[in-house]
């Protein structure tokens, strides 16, 4: 639970590859998660190309920092596997935060960078990666070995916890 508990937002990354075994960990803890029908409705683009990268931090005006990160992913919706989008934001929220939850357990930091339902940023991701009819970017998660001093928050709030009626 730790991990759950003290998991960050990370924007400042050291200069260091992440491991190809850290990765697979990270994207197994992805395709462990839930989804509606068991469909697993998600596309996962590894990127660690530091041009690459480059070019998704001005994608978006809060990814700046992407480019100093070890690795970026790129987390899409297949419409092949669910046709709803609505249902597939579903599902990759569950696979993205398992990612963020085994990065924090592997020493690694993580951002969340949204991307959908914003058409200038889905569609300039959709256009740079070439993406296939019915593969659709949602958003993107940077990685990285954590090179910021990170405050845990805990955001527990019981003013927003009824039972049994509101």
């Known amino acids: 639970m730790d991990a759950i508990f003290n998991r960050t937002s990370v924007r400042k990354y050291k200069q260091k590859s992440l491991k190809k075994e850290e990765i697979d960990l990270i994207l197994k803890a992805a395709f462990s998660a839930p989804s509606a029908r068991n469909s697993q409705p998600w596309q996962f683009i590894v990127v660690e190309n530091k041009d ?47 990612m963020l939850v085994e990065a924090k357990s592997l020493g690694i930091g993580s951002c969340w960078l949204g991307v959908y339902p914003n058409e200038e940023r889905y569609l300039a991701l959709n256009q740079y990666f070439k993406l296939p009819k019915g593969i659709v970017p949602m958003w993107m998660i940077s990685f990285g070995y954590i090179d910021q001093e990170e405050v845990a928050k805990d955001k527990f709030d019981s003013s927003k916890v009824h039972y049994e009626k509101y």
């Not at 070019?55 to 480019?67: E, G, N, R, V, W």
């Not at 934001?89 to 935060?97: F, K, S």
């Open 52 to 98: 690459t990268l480059k070019d998704l931090s001005q994608m978006t005006p809060y990814a700046s920092f992407l480019k100093d990160a070890a690795m970026g992913i790129v987390v899409c919706a297949d419409k092949s596997k669910n046709d709803s989008l609505d249902y597939c934001q579903q599902d990759l929220a569950a696979a993205t935060e398992n």
